[in-house]
Structure formats: C-alpha cells, structure tokens
C-alpha cells in the first residue's frame, strides 16, 4: 500500500545550498539533526571530562587534576550531560519525530524552531567560554549549592558563565516544549486523536509541559544567583541573613521534574521500539501513556527527598518519603507493560531491541536505588556519597543513554535511508553493557562504605582503591563502546545498506514516507483510524489502520537568517551582561550592541510573519 | 469525499481547530504563571528577614511599610493598570468591528496607562532610595521588593514596546489589522491582560499583606 510520492509534487520553499542551507534551515529535520549531532559533540566533551574525573579517582591520593581543576571538571561534566547532551538529544528526536509521527509537515513555528536550536549552541558557548574568558570554569556542582556559589567560594567567573549559559538554554528549552506542545495539540494529522498518538509523542507532550512548569523556578533562582554575585544582594548567603535552602528548593523545584525530563522521552522511545521487536501492539496503551501524565503529576510533590539532610522536620519528610515511593507506582507500571509486551512475543534481537531491553534491566536497578533513597532515614546515611552517584548513573545512563542509543539504530534508517550496521553496533551494545555495569555498580558498595561524593581524593587506608579502580577501568570501557558507536556511525552513513521506507516493518506514521523524508515530509494527508496505522492497513486490510487524502497542500516557510541572527543577539548580551557589574564601560555597549543585532533579527521576523504567518 | 471526512473529523477533534499562536500563547503564560509564583513564593519567604549583623538600614516589615505611606500613589497606579485592561478590551473590539479610529486610539490609551505606571513605579523606586535609603542591597526587603516588582516592571516594560510596535504597524499599513485579521492585536492583548493581572497579586502580596 505504499504510495508512489514522487508522482505528486508540491512547489519547494526556496533552498539555500551548502552550509547557509544550514544556518538558515526552518525545517525541522534538519534542526532535529543539528540537535542531535550537537548534543553528541557534548556528550562526548562530557565523556571526556568524566573519564578525567575517573583518571583522578582511580587511585588514592591521586593529582592528576588539582582540586581547583576537579571541581570545574565534575561541575561541567554534570552541567554538560544534564543541559548540553541528554535534554538537546531528546529535543532532537522530538522535533524530528513528533511531527512525523502525527503526519504534520513541520512543527508550529519553524523558525522559533530554529531559534530554539541556536539558542542551545550559543548556551553551550557561553558555558564553556569561561575556561579562556571566565578564568575557570564553573566549580560549584550541576546543583550548584549556596553559599558554594558565592564569590567568596568560587572565585572565578565560572558561575556568572554558568548562569547566563543556563539562561540561554533555558529560553531555548521553554521556546522548545511550547513548540511542541502546540505541534502536538493542533497539527495532527486528521483522526489522530490523543488516544491514538505513537507513545513517544504522549511522552513528549508530557515532558514539555514538565518543562513549561519547572524551567521558571531554576530561572528564578539562577537570576536570584547573579544578583548575589553581581549587584551586592544576599539572597543566598547565611551572614547577610541569606537563606541557601531557597537555593535548594527553587533549584529541586526545577531538579526533580528535570530528571523526569530526562527519562519521559526515553520511556517514549521504548515503548516504541519494544513493539515493533516483539512484534505485538505495546501491552496497556493506555495505562503506559497515563502513568507517564501520573509521573508528570507527581513529580512536582517530590522535590524536596534531595533534600532530607537540610532538616526540613519530620512532617514534611514523612510527606516527601511517601510522594516519592508513589512516584514509582507509575514508573513500576511502565515497567510491567513493556514486560508484558515481551511476554509471547516474536522477539527479534536487532540492535535497538537490545538498548530496549538494557535499559529495562538498567532502569530498574536505578529504580530500586531510587526507592530506597526515599526512605529518609535510610537516604540520610548515604546521601551525598557514591552510592547516589551509582543510583543517578542507572536511571540516567542506564535508563535515558541506553534509550536514546537504541533509538539512534532505530531512527538511523529513516533519518540517512541507510541502515545501521548490526554486527558493530551488537558490539557496541555489548561493550557498552559490560563498561557501565563495571564502572557504576561499584559505586553502590564505595557509596555504602562511606565515599563521600565530590571529592578530589582520598586515602590509601580507607579500603576504597579497589572499587574505584574498577570504576575507572569500566568508564574507558564506556569510552571504547562510544567509539565503536562513532566507527558504525561512520561507515554506516558512507556504505550502510538502503533502508528502503519501512526496514523493521513498524506500526507508526513516519515510516510511511521515504528515508529520508521530503522536505514537506508526506506528499499525502493520512487520515488515521488506529493506533497502528502501518500495522493495522498491512495486516488487518486495507483502509483499516489509515487512508489517503490526495488534496492536500503542505505549506513550509522559506529558510530565514532571523531566528540565528536574534539568537546571536542574546548570545552577545549574555557577555554584556557578565561585564554589567564589573566593568559597566565595557558591559553596556556591548548590551547596546546586542539588543540592536536582536532587534534587527526580531524586525526580520516579524517582516518575514507578515508575508507568511507562521512563527 | 476525503475533504468530507477530514471536516467530520475535526468536528469532534476540537485541538486540531484551535488557533495556533493563541495556542503558543497559552502555553508560554503557563510558564510565566510559575515564574511569577517563584518570585512571589520568594519574597514572601525572605521579606521579613533581618540581616544578622543589624545594619543601620534595617528596618522590620512594619517599619517597611510606612515607606509606602497609605499605598495612595500604589493604589492609584493599580487602578490605571487595571483600566488598561479595559481599554484592551474596547481596541481588540474596535479591530474586531473594522473601526480603525476606534482600535488606535483605544490601544494608545493603553499604553498610555502603561507608560504612566512605569512612570509612577519609576518614581516609586526613586522615592524609597532616596527617602527611606532601602535599596536591592542593603536589607532583604529591598532586595526582594526591588526584584519582584522590577520583574514585573520589565514586563510591563516589553508590553508597552510590542503594543507601541502594534500601533505603528497599524498606522504604517491602515488595513493590516482588521475584522478578519486581528490576531496580532488578541495576542498583544492576551499578554497585557495577563500582566495586569500579576499585578494584582503582587500588590495583594507586596503593599497590602
Ligand atoms: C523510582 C523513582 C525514583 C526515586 C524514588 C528517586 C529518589 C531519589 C532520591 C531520594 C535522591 C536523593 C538522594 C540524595 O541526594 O541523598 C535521588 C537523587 C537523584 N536522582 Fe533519583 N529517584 C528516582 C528516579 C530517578 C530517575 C528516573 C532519575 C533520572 C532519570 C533520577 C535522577 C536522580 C539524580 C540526577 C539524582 C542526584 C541529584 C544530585 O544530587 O546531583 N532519579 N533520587
Ligand atoms: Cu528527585
């Protein structure tokens, strides 16, 4: 039932070639690959950093680094994996894949699209400038503590650049979820109901409003932040009559909910990928989709169980103990249904199946760490040591980093129209198995025996160089499994086999169309009647899963410089702003240089909404 | 036939009909609703702390309050901002019904209300520097009195600028806002009213508990 798409045509948006195309692309394609090639590029400066952290931990009373240069390192190292590599991968998959998987052309606003995307990179280079410009970089933690963050503590400007880096992913974040919030709610395709969007997409729907509701509590709290260390305020700072614990709780506000923004997306994926290699539609559609809106829910009720240690009383700790352990009644249902879609089913052990099920395997293990971690009296004896560390590793790496590598063999077919290699990537999966377990499950005893996170070193006589020798061993394990990911991504996009629409005979929307997709993604409207169009047409009968509407007109804005051109503005203002307090004569100029090249890119866009009224 | 089914479909999809800035719209006042909570929550928890090494300028929250004497000059300015919400209204209408007379001058008496509670706040903040010597830095009062209302302030400040932009717009091209194209102008509106309302709670929170 596939149709011939080249017979019909639709007039192209003007194209720019080369590298301008990129710069001035609207399409979200091609932004979702910069998102995603970018995040990459940062996960692998993050690895690197991590794998300093771990060269310096390897053994006792190690100085690899100096204890200046480790706190910078684990401070970036967080910084980057949080904000610059898992959330930017996320962003990237949903803004190529919610809209294809609805059977929209693009997102609501292509060219805030755009901006969102540039505002991430400029975010991401504000933030690592300050190792040249900052003299450091930032030092106080990705949770950023007060009064660590007061000049007093952290000397350099690392964590004015810390700030403002924040500030601009934070508007690049907030423009992002609307975006799909408002793609999801008003441009899918006709008959998708709610009800029937590809799971990936509700997870998507959930976490940006995660995103809506948590981002203005850290953005408040940072701003609160930079007004301590710039105008002579003392929000944060206990000698002034400064309270850390606000810090704490504007920042959890956000901090919880964000660990939730992390993994929404990659349960989205799993639940996609499980299906299709087992075979069978995902066990309780419904009970996944809801508990994820459930976990959304709740996890704003949980914030303060990081907090158990700052002596919040025992009415409020009973409270937040109890949320917590009801936050994974949600999470367990997830886990049962994918179990259940196993259970029977035609499992094909393709590559992305295997990320599917090392994430099951690996989440869990984060997830019973994290029950246990709610029990207050229990988190008291082991908060802030190792084993927090070991439990934040499985949910993270084990959960969202194994999904989203399973989802890159999995989308890879339809984003280049070549296929991955499996015998590479089966090595790398494995590889990748082995170096995580062996690098965080020893992590949990060191955390048991006492190892305080964060620190530079410790002693020979403490009985802790084993396990950590091992964790160090495990991590440049990690290292050679993301080579080997580098190498199949590498060969694949040159020699890897033709992917053809539909490589793993799948049940949703985006598979319908070429690999790659056109510019304006289907040359057709689908008009929906299941939850598996692809699936339900090809093996219930026609008709049944979906049908055509031939007379269909997709319109796509024309490529425009407005949206770098306004986000290079807030990137020159971020520097205005770090040099406001300290050097006023050099600050404001160049305040007043930044607004002037935002108002020239704004003044663009809005020209440019006159003549073609979308974002 | 296939159009036919899309209509029937989109009758009982009422998402697929809204309008998609309005949408966009919505969506970004939730966030900002969570960005003023957080200042308000933020205030409201540090007000009515007294630095412990008592500094000269450290009155308590009552001592505060006379500086704002019998919120007169506050109150007054809260009444502006509010009909300006009014006379968004009686613009919207007037593009909404094609009289373009009507649309301007409303909308610039809106943001005349706006640029005369900027003025007021201006001289408000001036007043209490100068007269009461509370500043962002000195007491944490000021501090969080001049970040929450700052913060508001701006936002005051970036409506004034985009319904300015409007009204210029409006009068640049005479008919680019009308009965059938007013979206532009309900946004605009959309975001003044939402402001205007933050008001309120922050004078509740702020001058009058
Ligand atoms: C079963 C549900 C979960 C529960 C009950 C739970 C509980 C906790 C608790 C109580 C802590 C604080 C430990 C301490 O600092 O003393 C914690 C830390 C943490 N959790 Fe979880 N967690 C759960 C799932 C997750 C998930 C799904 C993620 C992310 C995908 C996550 C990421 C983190 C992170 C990043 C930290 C450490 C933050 C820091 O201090 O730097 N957790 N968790
Ligand atoms: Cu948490």
Same mark, same amino acid.
């Given at each position: 039932?596939a149709?011939?798409v080249?017979?019909?045509?639709?007039a192209?948006?003007k194209?720019?070639r080369?590298?301008?195309?990129?710069?001035?692309?609207?399409?979200?394609?091609?932004i979702?690959?910069?998102?995603a090639?970018t995040?990459?590029?940062?996960?692998?400066?993050?690895?690197?950093?991590?794998?300093?952290?771990?060269?310096?931990?390897?053994?006792?009373?190690?100085?690899?680094?100096?204890?200046?240069?480790?706190?910078q390192?684990?401070t970036?190292?967080?910084?980057?994996?949080?904000f610059?590599?898992?959330?930017?991968?996320?962003?990237?998959?949903?803004?190529?894949?919610?809209p294809?998987m609805i059977?929209?052309?693009d997102?609501?606003?292509p060219?805030?699209?755009?901006?969102?995307?540039?505002?991430?990179?400029?975010?991401?280079?504000?933030?690592?400038?300050?190792?040249?410009?900052?003299?450091?970089?930032?030092?106080?933690?990705?949770?950023?503590?007060a009064?660590l963050t007061?000049?007093?503590?952290s000397?350099?400007r690392?964590m004015d650049?810390?700030?403002?880096?924040?500030?601009l992913?934070?508007?690049?974040?907030?423009?992002?979820s609307?975006?799909?919030i408002?793609?999801?709610?008003?441009?899918?395709?006709?008959?998708?109901?709610?009800?029937?969007m590809?799971?990936?997409?509700?997870?998507s729907?959930?976490t940006?409003?995660?995103?809506?509701?948590a981002?203005?509590?850290i953005?408040?709290?940072?701003?609160?932040?930079?007004?301590?260390?710039?105008?002579?305020t003392?929000?944060?700072?206990?000698?002034?009559?400064?309270d850390?614990?606000?810090?704490?709780?504007?920042?959890?506000?956000?901090?919880?909910?964000?660990?939730?923004?992390?993994?929404?997306?990659?349960?989205?994926?799993?639940?996609?990928?499980?299906?299709?290699?087992?075979?069978?539609?995902?066990?309780?559609?419904?009970?996944?989709?809801?508990?994820?809106?459930?976990i959304g829910?709740l996890?704003?009720?949980?914030?303060?169980h990081?907090?158990?240690?700052?002596?919040?009383g025992?009415?409020?700790?009973t409270?937040f103990a109890?949320?917590?352990?009801?936050?994974?009644?949600p999470?367990?249902?997830?886990?049962?249904?994918?179990?259940?879609?196993?259970?029977r089913?035609e499992?094909?052990?393709?590559?992305?199946?295997?990320?599917?099920?090392?994430?099951?395997?690996m989440?869990?293990?984060?997830?019973?760490s994290g029950?246990?971690?709610?029990?207050?009296?229990?988190?008291?004896?082991?908060?802030?040591?190792?084993?927090?560390?070991?439990?934040?590793?499985?949910?993270?790496?084990?959960?969202a980093?194994?999904?989203l590598?399973?989802?890159?063999?999995?989308?890879?077919?339809?984003?280049?129209?070549?296929?991955?290699?499996?015998?590479?990537?089966?090595?790398h999966?494995?590889?990748l198995?082995?170096?995580?377990n062996?690098?965080?499950?020893p992590?949990h005893?060191?955390?048991?025996q006492?190892?305080?996170?964060?620190?530079w070193?410790?002693?020979?006589?403490?009985?802790?160089d084993?396990?950590?020798?091992?964790?160090?061993?495990?991590?440049?394990?990690?290292?050679?499994?993301?080579?080997?990911?580098?190498v199949?991504?590498?060969?694949?996009?040159?020699?890897?086999?033709?992917?053809?629409?539909?490589?793993?005979d799948?049940?949703t929307l985006?598979?319908?169309?070429?690999?790659?997709?056109?510019?304006?993604?289907?040359?057709?409207e689908?008009?929906?009647?299941?939850?598996?169009p692809?699936w339900?047409?090809?093996?219930?009968?026609?008709?049944?899963?979906?049908?055509?509407?031939?007379?269909f007109?997709?319109?796509l804005?024309?490529p425009?410089?407005?949206?770098i051109?306004?986000?290079?503005?807030?990137?020159?203002?971020a520097?205005?702003?770090?040099?406001?307090?300290?050097a006023?004569?050099?600050?404001?100029?160049?305040?007043?240089?930044?607004?002037?090249i935002?108002?020239?890119?704004?003044?663009?866009w809005?020209?440019?909404?006159?003549?073609?009224?979308?974002? | 036939?296939?159009q036919?089914?899309?209509r029937?479909?989109?009758?009982?999809?009422?998402?697929?009909? &809204?309008d998609?800035?309005?949408?966009?719209m919505?969506? !970004? +006042?939730g966030?900002e %609703?969570?960005? /003023?909570?957080?200042? *308000?929550?933020?205030?409201?928890?540090?007000?009515g702390?007294?630095?412990p090494?008592?500094?000269k300028?450290?009155?308590?929250?009552?001592?505060?309050?006379?500086?704002?004497?019998?919120?007169?000059?506050?109150?007054?300015?809260?009444?502006?901002?509010l009909?300006?919400?009014?006379?968004?209204?009686?613009?919207?209408d007037g593009v909404?019904?094609?009289?373009?007379?009507?649309?301007?001058?409303? &909308?610039?008496?809106?943001?005349?209300c706006g640029?005369? !509670? +900027?003025?007021?706040? %201006?001289?408000? /903040?001036?007043?209490? *520097?100068h007269?009461?010597?509370v500043?962002?830095?000195?007491m944490?009062?000021?501090?969080?009195?001049?970040?929450?209302?700052g913060?508001?302030?701006?936002?005051v400040?970036?409506g004034?600028?985009?319904?300015?932009?409007?009204?210029?717009?409006?009068?640049?091209?005479?008919?680019?806002?009308?009965?059938g194209n007013?979206?532009a102008?309900?946004?605009?509106?959309l975001?003044?009213?939402?402001?205007?309302?933050?008001?309120v709670l922050?004078?509740?929170?702020?001058?009058l508990?």
């Amino acid at each position: 039932m596939a149709t011939d798409v080249s017979t019909l045509h639709h007039a192209p948006a003007k194209q720019r070639r080369g590298w301008l195309e990129w710069i001035t692309t609207v399409d979200h394609k091609k932004i979702g690959i910069m998102y995603a090639v970018t995040a990459f590029l940062f996960f692998v400066i993050g690895g690197l950093e991590a794998l300093l952290i771990r060269l310096q931990l390897g053994s006792s009373q190690n100085a690899i680094l100096t204890p200046e240069a480790y706190n910078q390192v684990f401070t970036m190292h967080g910084t980057t994996m949080v904000f610059m590599a898992i959330m930017p991968v996320n962003a990237g998959f949903m803004n190529y894949f919610v809209p294809l998987m609805i059977g929209a052309g693009d997102m609501a606003y292509p060219r805030m699209n755009a901006m969102s995307y540039w505002l991430l990179l400029f975010g991401g280079i504000v933030m690592y400038s300050s190792f040249v410009f900052g003299g450091g970089a930032p030092d106080a933690g990705w949770f950023a503590y007060a009064p660590l963050t007061s000049t007093t503590y952290s000397v350099t400007r690392g964590m004015d650049y810390w700030v403002l880096g924040l500030q601009l992913l934070g508007v690049s974040s907030l423009a992002g979820s609307v975006n799909i919030i408002v793609t999801i709610i008003r441009l899918r395709a006709p008959g998708m109901r709610f009800n029937r969007m590809p799971l990936f997409v509700w997870m998507s729907f959930v976490t940006s409003f995660l995103l809506i509701f948590a981002l203005p509590s850290i953005t408040v709290g940072i701003t609160l932040l930079f007004f301590d260390r710039n105008f002579g305020t003392n929000f944060f700072l206990p000698a002034a009559g400064g309270d850390p614990l606000l810090w704490q709780h504007l920042f959890w506000f956000f901090g919880h909910p964000e660990v939730y923004i992390m993994i929404l997306p990659a349960f989205g994926v799993v639940s996609e990928m499980l299906p299709v290699f087992s075979r069978k539609p995902i066990f309780g559609y419904e009970f996944v989709a809801y508990s994820g809106v459930a976990i959304g829910v709740l996890g704003f009720t949980v914030w303060a169980h990081h907090m158990f240690a700052t002596n919040l009383g025992v009415i409020a700790d009973t409270f937040f103990a109890a949320a917590s352990m009801l936050i994974s009644v949600p999470t367990g249902v997830k886990i049962f249904n994918w179990l259940a879609t196993l259970w029977r089913g035609e499992l094909r052990f393709k590559t992305p199946m295997l990320f599917s099920l090392g994430f099951i395997a690996m989440f869990v293990i984060g997830g019973i760490s994290g029950v246990s971690l709610a029990a207050a009296p229990f988190d008291l004896q082991v908060t802030d040591s190792y084993f927090v560390v070991a439990h934040f590793h499985y949910v993270l790496f084990g959960g969202a980093v194994f999904a989203l590598f399973g989802a890159a063999y999995y989308w890879f077919p339809k984003i280049t129209g070549k296929m991955m290699s499996e015998r590479i990537g089966k090595w790398h999966f494995w590889i990748l198995l082995l170096g995580f377990n062996l690098t965080f499950f020893p992590q949990h005893m060191l955390g048991l025996q006492g190892m305080p996170r964060r620190v530079w070193t410790y002693q020979q006589n403490q009985g802790w160089d084993f396990y950590n020798l091992l964790s160090t061993i495990g991590s440049f394990c990690i290292a050679l499994a993301t080579l080997v990911f580098i190498v199949n991504f590498i060969i694949s996009l040159r020699k890897g086999a033709p992917a053809g629409n539909d490589p793993w005979d799948a049940a949703t929307l985006e598979w319908a169309t070429t690999s790659p997709p056109p510019a304006h993604n289907f040359d057709v409207e689908y008009i929906v009647h299941s939850r598996r169009p692809l699936w339900d047409n090809k093996y219930s009968g026609e008709g049944r899963g979906m049908t055509i509407n031939y007379d269909f007109h997709p319109h796509l804005p024309p490529p425009s410089f407005a949206p770098i051109i306004f986000s290079f503005g807030l990137f020159v203002l971020a520097y205005g702003m770090l040099n406001l307090a300290s050097a006023p004569l050099i600050g404001i100029p160049i305040i007043l240089v930044a607004l002037a090249i935002a108002f020239v890119g704004m003044n663009r866009w809005v020209g440019e909404i006159a003549q073609d009224p979308v974002l | 036939m296939a159009q036919a089914v899309v209509r029937d479909i989109d009758k009982n999809d009422p998402g697929r009909g &809204l309008d998609l800035r309005k949408l966009g719209m919505w969506t !970004f +006042l939730g966030s900002e %609703v969570f960005f /003023f909570g957080a200042l *308000v929550v933020t205030h409201l928890s540090m007000r009515g702390v007294v630095a412990p090494s008592a500094s000269k300028a450290n009155l308590d929250v009552a001592g505060v309050r006379n500086m704002f004497g019998d919120n007169v000059l506050t109150s007054i300015l809260a009444f502006i901002l509010l009909t300006s919400s009014l006379t968004m209204v009686l613009a919207l209408d007037g593009v909404k019904t094609n009289n373009q007379k009507r649309f301007r001058f409303w &909308l610039g008496a809106t943001i005349a209300c706006g640029v005369i !509670f +900027l003025g007021g706040q %201006v001289y408000e /903040f001036y007043h209490i *520097v100068h007269e009461y010597n509370v500043t962002i830095k000195n007491m944490m009062f000021g501090s969080t009195f001049f970040f929450v209302t700052g913060f508001h302030g701006t936002h005051v400040a970036v409506g004034v600028i985009w319904l300015v932009s409007l009204l210029v717009s409006a009068i640049r091209h005479p008919e680019r806002y009308n009965a059938g194209n007013y979206m532009a102008v309900e946004l605009g509106g959309l975001y003044w009213h939402f402001v205007d309302l933050v008001w309120v709670l922050i004078f509740t929170v702020i001058y009058l508990i």
